[in-house]
């Protein structure tokens, strides 16, 4: 069975840095791309950017270019996303799900339960 | 940047059948998905390449395509289908992908 399992909610302080975590299982983690996707309070789903973690190849949207860095560590089939600086308008949950290329254009097919990451002072 | 316009609402009586469009300029090009959010759930994928159900998915929902428009169709909605429904698609060269505005189904 397909699984991916995402840290524990955070609230952080603005500034300050993060990294969340998602840890696949069930199927070669090294195969499949891992997407991250944003959902602000009350809002739609935002695609943010998908990471390869056979080769840790990474594409971003062009809205969250620079803003954060998603990467991997295959050894462990997790992968990450971060910030180094905190803004409020971070305050949202963020989603991993499998990225899978079977058709084009490619799409989620299986979801973390979400991290909640709250930025407050 | 490329956008999918969806409706903000649809309303639908129990046993009654609910459509959710979805409409963008590459849609005739490119595939759609939809996916399922329900309150303070993950989403999940219930239409795939258009009209494909993936396994699970109960056979009330359908998808279809036409033009620049792709539906999402529930049939004999139930009150446990209210939830937000979104498409997810990409523009026409591939680069860029995006999800819908999203629609929240309510069940009257």
């Known amino acids: 069975e397909v699984q991916l399992v995402q840290s524990g909610a955070e609230v952080k302080k603005p500034g300050e840095s993060l990294k969340i975590s998602c840890k696949g299982s069930?199927?070669?983690?090294?195969?499949?791309?891992i997407g991250w996707v944003r959902q602000m309070p009350g809002k739609g789903l935002e695609w943010m950017g998908i990471?390869?973690?056979?080769?840790?190849?990474?594409r971003y949207s062009p809205s969250f270019q620079g803003q954060v860095t998603i990467s991997a560590d295959k050894s462990i089939s997790t992968a990450y996303l971060q910030w180094s600086s905190l803004k409020a308008s971070d305050t949202a949950m963020y989603y991993c799900?499998?990225?899978?290329?079977?058709?084009?254009?490619?799409?989620?097919?299986?979801w973390g339960q979400g991290t909640l990451v709250t930025v407050s002072s | 940047s490329y956008e999918l316009t969806q409706p903000p609402s649809v309303s639908v009586s129990p046993g009654q059948t609910a459509r959710i469009t979805c409409s963008a300029d590459?849609?005739?090009?490119?595939?759609a998905y939809w996916y399922q959010q329900k309150p303070g759930q993950a989403p999940v994928l219930v239409i795939y390449?258009?009209?494909e159900r993936p396994s699970g998915i109960p056979e009330r929902f359908s998808g279809s395509s036409s033009g620049t428009t792709v539906t999402l169709t529930i049939s004999g909605v139930q009150a446990e289908d209210e939830a937000d429904y979104y498409c997810?698609?990409?523009?026409?060269?591939?680069?860029?992908?995006?999800f819908g505005t999203g629609t929240k189904v309510t069940v009257l």
């Open positions: 799900a499998r990225w899978n290329l079977a058709a084009p254009p490619a799409y989620f097919d299986y």
């Open positions: 069930g199927y070669s983690f090294t195969s499949y791309w």
């Open positions: 990471i390869y973690p056979g080769d840790s190849d990474t």
């Open positions: 590459a849609l005739p090009k490119q595939y």
């Open positions: 390449k258009d009209s």
């Open positions: 997810q698609s990409a523009d026409s060269s591939g680069t860029y992908y995006v």
